[in-house]
T-cell receptor, first 110, second 115 residues
Framework: DAKTTQPTSMDCAEGRAANLPCNHS???????VYWYRQIHSQGPQYIIH???NNETNEMASLIITEDRKSSTLILPHATLRDTAVYYC???????????FGTGTSLTVIP | GAVVSQHPSWVICKSGTSVKIECRSL??????MFWYRQFPKQSLMLMAT?????????EQGVEKDKFLINHASLTLSTLTVTSAHPEDSSFYIC???????????FGDGTRLSIL
């Protein structure tokens, strides 16, 4: 079963930062937080992941709270192509199955 | 990043037909393969896990005789939906995984429509 909860949907104005929250209060010490997104009729696309520290890459930033019970994915300048369902998943290193929650449907508005 | 090729991307067939879906990892060796399915407006649901050369492990409620998984090599796994019926219409997605410390990647999915 999924170990994360996310808001069902969010809107964001084009060009503004999109902040997507995720709660994972039962995360274990050796579990990572992964973020994927799924654009309609495609497979999930990897965005970013982290264990304890905040992470940044060319796509997004990941902010993990000190107690690791929640995190926020930040898309710094949302574009229309960022409209997708965003999934927050907790899991161990590669080799373990992912259990997807319902995700957040992000709509970027012109 | 890792390259995953899933084929076909879309298939329509008559009820009672068996359909084979292929998933290839093009630039890494996939010791484990995860198969998911996704019904409209729902999230991905894990169906089964297979390790190269071993029998697959199926999630509760997934019929192993209905969904045959073959993972005979480190670069290819197949999912066969046997005697497909309209209720098997769904979006099937593979996720091969190999070395640790690499985020998992997913195929682009196969949309299966059974008439």
């Amino acid at each position: 079963d999924a170990k994360t909860t996310q808001p069902t949907s969010m809107d964001c104005a084009e060009g503004r930062a999109a902040n997507l929250p995720c709660n994972h209060s039962t995360i274990s010490g050796n579990e990572y937080v992964y973020w994927y997104r799924q654009i309609h009729s495609q497979g999930p696309q990897y965005i970013i992941h982290g264990l304890k520290n905040n992470e940044t890459n060319e796509m997004a930033s990941l902010i993990i709270t000190e107690d690791r019970k929640s995190s926020t994915l930040i898309l710094p300048h949302a574009t229309l192509r960022d409209t997708a369902v965003y999934y927050c998943i907790v899991g161990k290193n590669t080799g373990n199955q992912f259990y997807f929650g319902t995700g957040t449907s992000l709509t970027v508005i012109p | 990043g890792a390259v995953v090729s899933q084929h076909p991307s879309w298939v329509i067939c008559k009820s009672g037909t068996s359909v084979k879906i292929e998933c290839r990892s093009l630039d890494f060796q996939a010791t484990t393969m995860f198969w998911y399915r996704q019904f409209p407006k729902q999230s991905l649901m894990l169906m089964a896990t297979s390790n190269e050369g071993s029998k697959a492990t199926y999630e509760q409620g997934v019929e192993k005789d209905k969904f045959l998984i073959n993972h005979a090599s480190l670069t290819l796994s197949t999912l066969t939906v046997t005697s497909a019926h309209p209720e098997d219409s769904s979006f099937y997605i593979c996720s091969p995984t190999g070395t640790f410390d690499q985020p998992q990647h997913f195929g682009d999915g196969t949309r299966l429509s059974i008439l």
